[in-house]
T-cell receptor, first 113, second 115 residues
C-alpha cells in the first residue's frame, strides 16, 4: 500500500522567514496530495491541496509543489507569522477515486518571534 | 465545507468496557472515515464507513474491536470494544463530500482515556 514519508519532524524558523516541508510517496498511482494544519487540541484543517495534473499551486503565503517523476511534494510557507505555528501533515491518496488518504508523520513548525 | 460534530468530545473509561462514538454531518455525504490519532502521532485510518454495507477496515484493525455502523448518509458510529490503556487516543471521523476537489474534512475528535 501507499507509504508517505515526511521531513523534517520539527522545524523552527524566524518570523518572516520561509519554511519548507517535504514529503515522498511510494504509490505511483496516487493522484491527490492534500496538506493539513493541526493546531494544539484542534482538528486537522485542510490548507491546500494539489492534483497530479499540475506541478504547483499557490494560495497567498502558502504554495505546494509536486514532482510526480520523483514522487516528491513540498509545502512552502513564506513570510511566516506566529499563527503559522502548528503541526503540518502531508497526505497522499492512493486510488483513483481519491477517497482514502494516507498521512505522513507530521512536522511541528515553530515560529520564533 | 460540511459541518461535522462528534459525541462525546471526551471520556475517561475503565479497561474492559466499550465506548460508542457518534459522528453527525449536516449534509448527506458519500464517504465517511474513522481515524485514530495517538498522542503526538499522525492520523491512522481505521476504516471506511459504507452506507448500507459493512465497513472496510485497514490492516491492523478488526471489526470485533472497532465495530462501525452507518445507518444513513449523515451519521456513523464507531465503538471501541474491550478497551485497554493502549486505546487511549483521539478518534476522529472525517467526510469526503464527493465534490470536485476530493476534499476531506474532519470532526472535532473524541479524546478517549482508558484507565
Amino acid at each position: 500500500g501507499e507509504n508517505v514519508e515526511q521531513h523534517p519532524s520539527t522545524l523552527s524558523v524566524q518570523e518572516g522567514d520561509s519554511a519548507v516541508i517535504k514529503c515522498t510517496y511510494s504509490d505511483s498511482a496516487s493522484n491527490y496530495f492534500p496538506w493539513y494544519k493541526q493546531e494544539l487540541g484542534k482538528r486537522p484543517q485542510l490548507i491546500i491541496d494539489i492534483r497530479s495534473n499540475v506541478g504547483e499551486k499557490k494560495d497567498q503565503r502558502i504554495a505546494v509543489t509536486l514532482n510526480k517523476t520523483a514522487k516528491h511534494f513540498s509545502l512552502h510557507i513564506t513570510e511566516t507569522q506566529p499563527e503559522d505555528s502548528a503541526v503540518y501533515f502531508c497526505a497522499a491518496s492512493p486510488d483513483s477515486s481519491a477517497s482514502k488518504i494516507i498521512f505522513g508523520s507530521g512536522t511541528r513548525l515553530s515560529i520564533r518571534p | 465545507s460540511a459541518v461535522i460534530s462528534q459525541k462525546p468530545s471526551r471520556d475517561i473509561c475503565q479497561r474492559g468496557t466499550s465506548l460508542t462514538i457518534q459522528c453527525q454531518v449536516d449534509s448527506q455525504v458519500t464517504m465517511m472515515f474513522w481515524y485514530r490519532q495517538q498522542p503526538g502521532q499522525s492520523l491512522t485510518l481505521i476504516a471506511t464507513a459504507n452506507q448500507g454495507s459493512e465497513a472496510t477496515y485497514e490492516s491492523g484493525f478488526v471489526i470485533d474491536k472497532f465495530p462501525i455502523s452507518r445507518p444513513n448518509l449523515t451519521f456513523s458510529t464507531l465503538t471501541v470494544s474491550n478497551m485497554s490503556p493502549e486505546d487511549s487516543s483521539i478518534y476522529l471521523c472525517s467526510v469526503y463530500t464527493g465534490q470536485a476537489a476530493y476534499e476531506q474534512y474532519f470532526g472535532p475528535g473524541t479524546r478517549l482515556t482508558v484507565t
